[in-house]
T-cell receptor, first 116, second 114 residues
Framework: GAVVSQHPSWVICKSGTSVKIECRSLDFQATTMFWYRQFPKQSLMLMAT?????????EQGVEKDKFLINHASLTLSTLTVTSAHPEDSSFYIC????????????FGPGTRLLVL | AQSVTQPDIHITVSEGASLELRCNYS??????LFWYVQSPGQGLQLLLK??????LVQGIKGFEAEFKRSQSSFNLRKPSVHWSDAAEYFCAVGAGGGADGLTFGKGTHLIIQP
């Protein structure tokens, strides 16, 4: 199947700093990518939809100024957690649909963020 | 708004026994339904999906699921589990197939007893 990668796989940062997470579709182009957040032993919650060439759309309750999304190309979306705080510590997962009708979403392996 | 309920947080089955993981959804139109598996340190892997047509869907690794509109259910089954099936299983619903963000259930943690 299609491959989606994320970088880094884990990151530790100090409170108040910003962290950038990359999501890449390795063998297909994705005009749309999705960002999810997963708390320990909980479900994935959709945060936002990343759109190539236009602004991201955020789910209700997600701070767009806190979680900056940029879809720089057809294979790359980035999520920047700005002025990170300990409550932002979580597992961040991206996904991308392959397109073509009955689409399948492929998920990246996730990025674990720990804010100290 | 769409929602997914997985009523079982944990399920323990013996290796070789059959398995059924429950999933109920709430959605106003024809749902697009998915089952994903998440193993430690790995990304979510799609087991199977239902968009339309035959309500019994075959997936990878010997899994199948049956869509029952009258019960708003999409239960996952496997006739004989293997120790390697131990993982977290998520049911999800989407409005536009795979083209939209998905709404996930809370997941069911599957434990396999030897």
């Amino acid at each position: 199947g299609a491959v989606v990668s994320q970088h880094p796989s884990w990151v530790i940062c100090k409170s108040g700093t910003s962290v950038k997470i990359e999501c890449r579709s390795l063998d297909f182009q994705a005009t749309t990518m999705f960002w999810y957040r997963q708390f320990p032993k909980q479900s994935l919650m959709l945060m936002a939809t990343s759109n190539e060439g236009s602004k991201a759309t955020y789910e209700q309750g997600v701070e767009k100024d806190k979680f900056l999304i940029n879809h720089a190309s057809l294979t790359l979306s980035t999520l920047t957690v700005t002025s990170a705080h300990p409550e932002d510590s979580s597992f961040y997962i991206c996904s991308a649909p392959t397109g073509g009708g009955t689409e399948t979403q492929y998920f990246g392996p996730g990025t674990r963020l720990l804010v100290l | 708004a769409q929602s997914v309920t997985q009523p079982d947080i944990h399920i323990t089955v013996s290796e070789g026994a059959s398995l059924e993981l429950r999933c109920n959804y709430s959605y106003g139109a024809t749902p697009y339904l998915f089952w994903y598996v998440q193993s430690p340190g790995q990304g979510l892997q799609l087991l199977l999906k239902y968009f339309s047509g035959d309500t019994l869907v075959q997936g990878i690794k010997g899994f199948e699921a049956e869509f029952k509109r009258s019960q708003s259910s999409f239960n996952l089954r496997k006739p004989s589990v293997h120790w390697s099936d131990a993982a977290e299983y998520f049911c999800a619903v989407g409005a536009g197939g795979g083209a939209d963000g998905l709404t996930f259930g809370k997941g069911t943690h599957l434990i396999i007893q030897p």
